[in-house]
């Protein structure tokens, strides 16, 4: 059965950094792009970034290049999200999700990240 | 970026009646290789979202045939037959045709 496990999320002051963990099992874990998606608070959702299998190409959407780094450790089975800089409007649940056959077909169920003084 | 216009807002359906939404692109969806890489989710209340339909028109596995999916270029349906009770939620289209990947706002299906 293919899990993924979130942790890291908690409170954490404007400026300060977070990283993000997925955990993931059922799966060939090396074999599949991941990504991190986001839905702050009462909101849609909202794509993050991406990895490649072997993790030799990373994507980020504009608000967060600079400041998130996404990266994997195939030996673990698991996704990471570095988190700098961080700013109120990063404040959300971070899902990790993976393209096994279809796209974001599994979701992991999601870590909340407060960004607030 | 690809703007997901979903309509209507949110939506009041009997049980066993029909739900159809809309979602609708500011650019054509249809990638270079000919495919159309728009997909429908679910997020139950509490829970994370989950993939219904992937391509248009494909039901992933699992997905009762309740659930339909429609549409080309930029414009797109889903459709909900005979709504019963676990339906309710809210449910987004995503496209994966052009970068930044993105999702549309959402249409919240409550029961009546």
């Known amino acids: 059965e293919v899990q993924l496990v979130e942790s890291g999320g908690g409170l954490v002051q404007p400026g300060r950094s977070l990283k993000l963990s997925c955990a993931a099992s059922?799966?060939?874990?090396?074999?599949?792009?991941m990504h991190w998606i986001r839905q702050a608070p009462t909101k849609g959702l909202e794509w993050v970034a991406s990895?490649?299998?072997?993790?030799?190409?990373?994507y980020y959407r504009d608000s967060v290049k600079g400041r998130f780094t996404i990266s994997r450790d195939n030996a673990k089975s698991t996704l990471y999200l570095q988190m700098d800089s961080l700013r109120s409007e990063d404040t959300a649940t971070y899902y990790c999700?993976?393209?096994?056959?279809?796209?974001?077909?599994?979701w992991g169920q999601g870590t909340l990240v407060t960004v607030s003084s | 970026d690809v703007v997901l216009t979903q309509t209507p807002v949110s939506l009041l359906i009997s049980l066993g009646g029909q739900a159809s939404i809309s979602c609708r692109s500011s650019?054509?969806?249809?990638?270079?290789?000919?495919?159309?890489?728009l997909h429908w989710y679910l997020q139950k209340p509490g829970q994370s979202p989950q993939l219904l339909i992937y391509?248009?028109?494909n039901r992933f596995s699992g997905i009762p045939d309740r659930f339909s999916g429609s549409g080309s270029g930029t414009d797109f349906t889903l459709k909900i037959s005979r709504v019963e009770p676990e339906d309710l939620g809210v449910y987004y289209c995503?496209?994966?045709?052009?970068?930044?990947?993105?999702f549309g706002s959402g249409t919240k299906l409550e029961i009546k």
């Open positions: 995503l496209q994966r045709t052009h970068n930044p990947l993105t």
């Open positions: 990895i490649s299998p072997s993790g030799g190409s990373t």
């Open positions: 391509q248009v028109s």
């Open positions: 650019q054509s969806l249809v990638h270079s290789n000919g495919n159309t890489y």
């Open positions: 059922g799966f060939t874990f090396s074999n599949y792009g």
């Open positions: 999700a993976t393209d096994i056959k279809q796209p974001f077909a599994y």
